[in-house]
């Protein structure tokens, strides 16, 4: 990785969380009743009345998906989970409706090296193991719907940065701020006009949001992925 600094200081009564990120350098935090803490019960209350107001109001559009799955695909599991990793690298299965074939995972291997992403992550585009109900459901995030369970067990968080797959230990140091709070269903490279396919930008922009967090903030980009729904369709 190139070398790259960035400093960020969030200050909250009297505290500060900083962070100094170089190719080669230690990095150094100091959190004491900063925002960038896990959760507070605000940050609780709210990922938690929020994942089970969405889930109640979502839940005939998940019933949908979920015939539409077994149309297409009436042996296959509706379902899939994944091991990923949150809060300080904790594994957790991630809930999501299936979008690609049953042997999408013994798949992988085979694309790796057609992945855009170089860092712990994996992205192909047009990836040839999303079926067509898939890439609708992808198109519209109707398959992020079941991680709202996840949030309400506090595994994730309504806002954070995207759970990843990849086990923390391939992580250069500084990425493993990121785990310095809960993974999120949304966040602020998803919402972003150009989204970052590497997982170093992806870092940065985890970063710049763990250092200024709030409930605020939090809100704020909820609102900004509802319009994002409303107005832009993804198939990946």
């Known amino acids: ?16 969380v900083g962070y100094v ?25 709210f990922d938690c009345v929020t994942a089970a107001g969405l889930f109640i109001f979502c839940l005939p559009i998940l019933v ?8 297409e ?25 299936r979008t690609m074939v049953p042997n999408a995972e013994q798949l992988k291997s085979g694309l790796v090296a057609s992945s855009v992403d170089r860092g712990a992550g994996f992205k192909v585009a047009q990836d040839p193991r999303i079926t067509k109900t898939g890439r609708i459901l992808r198109g519209l995030y ?10 309400i067990l506090g595994q994730m ?8 797959s990849y086990s923390p230990e391939s992580y250069e140091p500084w990425q493993k701020i990121r785990l310095q709070v809960n993974p999120g269903i949304t966040g602020t490279w998803q ?9 170093d930008e992806r870092c940065r922009m985890d970063l710049d949001y763990i250092s200024s967090k709030s409930l605020l903030t939090d809100i704020v980009i909820l ?10 369709f993804s198939g990946e």
Do not use: C, H
Not at 79 to 88: D, M
Not at 157 to 164: E, K, Q, T, W
Not at 191 to 199: C, L, M, V
């Open 1 to 16: 990785m190139s070398d790259y600094v960035n400093f960020k200081e969030k200050r909250s009564r009297g505290n500060f």
């Open 21 to 45: 990120i170089a190719s080669g350098l230690s990095f150094r935090t100091r959190t004491g009743n900063t925002r960038g803490q896990r959760n507070t019960w605000g940050q609780r209350i």
């Open 64 to 71: 949908l998906a979920a015939l539409a799955i077994k149309i």
């Open 73 to 97: 695909s009436p042996r296959s599991a509706v379902f899939f989970t994944q091991i990923r990793y949150g809060y300080a690298g904790k594994p957790f299965r991630m809930i999501k409706l």
């Open 142 to 151: 109707i398959d992020e719907i079941p991680q709202f369970i996840n949030v």
């Open 157 to 164: 968080s309504i806002v954070g940065p995207r759970a990843n």
């Open 191 to 199: 919402i972003s006009r150009n989204k970052p396919y590497g997982f």
């Open 223 to 232: 609102f900004q992925t509802v319009k994002m729904l409303l107005t832009s």
